[in-house]
């Protein structure tokens, strides 16, 4: 039985505010070459490798590619928080232990797939409980997520 707490999901009536993304606007930040140590700075930090678009390296198929807005707490030990954009690839086909955005009985959810020992859909929230998938619900993954982009503040 699920949480009466709120489930990381939207409505159906929702998916127009599905964004793809647009190729005709990239952007280009500068890549610095090193990694950022958690601890002091490293005296090559200014060295620059290369520019980054964000684009290039969210999305590897651009025409099954959309961004979602998440709702919710039930997905907050996998990095997903209240209000982070997922970036959902439809070509991609889901497996056992994927992220997907699935439909619901008209529901769309953020969740993990699980297939073995039976259909299910996982939260990362101990305060969540799995979503047992039967024969007789209407049920589609319409993508996996494949990144979280989420503000630190």
């Not at 500068?30 to 060295?47: C, D, E, H, K, R």
């Not at 030990?77 to 690839?89: F, M, R």
């Not at 056992?96 to 619901?104: F, M, N, P, R, T």
């Not at 209407?138 to 503000?151: A, L």
């Amino acid at each position: 039985m699920e949480s009466p707490q709120r489930q990381m999901s939207f409505k159906a009536n929702e998916q127009a505010n599905a964004l793809r993304p647009n190729p005709e606007r990239s952007f280009s930040a500068p890549l610095f070459g090193n990694y950022v140590p958690a601890g002091f700075p490293s005296p090559t930090m200014n060295y620059k490798e290369e520019s980054l678009d964000l684009n290039d390296l969210c999305v590897q198929h651009p025409t099954a590619t959309y961004y979602v807005r998440a709702s919710g707490e039930s997905m907050l030990d996998a990095g997903i928080h209240d209000k982070d954009i997922l970036v959902v690839d439809r070509s991609i086909r889901a497996n056992d232990g994927d992220i997907v955005v699935a439909a619901l009985n008209g529901d769309f959810t953020v969740k993990v797939l699980r297939t073995l020992p039976n259909l299910t859909l996982d939260p990362r929230n101990d305060a969540y409980d799995p979503i047992i998938i039967s024969d007789n619900d209407d049920f589609d993954i319409f993508g996996v997520v494949t990144f979280v982009v989420h503000s630190t503040y």
